[in-house]
């Protein structure tokens, strides 16, 4: 499975984004059975769970963007999406998208398949 975040840019304090990801290499099928999640990193911090979405369409968020950002799918498409709302300059870093492996949802490293990830920068 190969992994395709876009969706990144350069928004003010407020604005909003749309990431988009795309998995290649997996059927429908499977796609539908994956949960995905959204991982960013700022620079010189470590690694920070996002968002989740399990293939019943549950949710989960970390506490900072709740009723921020909105995690979606279309399995028709293999695309799961993150609406980011309100953005925050704290929002600034890359954000990947990766298919979660084991282990608790809100940890990174229970996510495997990482994609390559697309910067968001939100100015102040």
């Known amino acids: 499975v190969q992994l395709q975040a876009s969706g990144g840019g350069l928004v003010q304090t407020g604005g909003s984004l749309r990431l988009s990801c795309v998995a290649s290499g997996a059927s429908e099928r499977s796609f539908s059975n994956y949960v995905m999640g959204w991982i960013r990193q700022a620079p010189g911090k470590e690694r920070e769970f996002v968002s989740a979405?399990?293939?019943?369409?549950?949710?989960y968020y970390e506490d900072s963007v709740k009723g921020r950002f909105t995690i979606s799918r279309v399995n028709a498409k293999n695309t799961v999406y993150l609406q980011m709302n309100s953005l925050k300059p704290e929002d600034t870093a890359v954000y990947y998208c990766a298919v979660h492996n084991s282990g608790g949802y809100y940890h990174h490293a229970s996510y495997g398949f990482w994609g390559q990830g697309t910067q968001v920068t939100v100015s102040s």
């Open positions: 979405i399990e293939w019943t369409g549950n949710t």
